[in-house]
């Protein structure tokens, strides 16, 4: 292969702010969540690293490293990654390390788009074992380059309660490499406590 035909490797940095962490539709941090992700990207497949901060009883932190693909077959866009994420800041006896695998779907159809994804971990952080989030939904191009979205999901885990998550919300580019959302989070198990009951979430995602 000549030297020129060889797929150029890309680096890339997201840094993303919410107002509160949020994970499979549950609450994460307790206050505002930072979220650094570096990562260098070639021919649709990318390595990248992540950190950010949680408030649980056994960590402060999470940390991972992530190898993905994504790419587009018959109007659809696909993508797949494998993580290994280790909790940072650790005490207690939970699960300090664990294996995670994602896959997604989604489509566009002129301002209309659908979406569905699933990520499953054979053995889950902390107290949970087995568990598999299942989530979509669709969104819809609004004037003002605005786009609303809502989704659906459901977790099934041994170890942990299952629970339904849902939420609705509403983003827009701020500028070409920065994004906002704001975003009002449910599920249907809000009697288990804070971490599954409704809440207003703010954030912003800046991508290069």
């Known amino acids: ?39 260098l990207k070639a021919h649709g497949f990318q390595l990248g690293a992540q950190w950010k901060n949680i408030s649980t009883n056994s960590a402060k932190g999470e940390a991972s490293i992530i190898g993905g693909w994504n790419g587009k077959a018959r109007g659809f866009e696909l993508g797949g990654s494998l993580a290994y994420k280790i909790l940072t800041s650790a005490s207690g006896s939970g699960n300090r390390q664990s294996w995670e695998a994602t896959a997604s779907l989604s489509r566009k159809a002129g301002k209309l788009g659908m979406r569905a994804s699933a990520v499953f971990s054979p053995d889950d952080l902390g107290s949970t074992k087995q568990s598999l989030y299942v989530e979509g939904g669709p969104s819809l191009d609004l004037p003002a380059r605005f786009r609303l979205s809502a989704n659906l999901g459901h977790r099934w885990r041994d170890g942990s309660p299952d629970y339904t998550s849902y939420n609705i919300g509403i ?8 994004t906002a959302d704001v975003r009002l989070y449910d599920t249907n198990r809000g009697e288990l406590g804070r971490t599954y009951e409704r809440r207003l979430v703010g954030s912003m995602r800046l991508a290069l």
């Open 1 to 39: 292969m000549a030297v020129d035909a060889v797929p150029p490797v890309v680096p890339a940095f997201e840094f993303s702010v919410a107002s509160q962490g949020m994970s499979k539709g549950v609450l994460q941090s307790e206050g505002a969540q930072f979220i650094i992700r570096p990562s």
């Open 171 to 178: 983003s827009r580019p701020v500028l070409k490499v920065l």
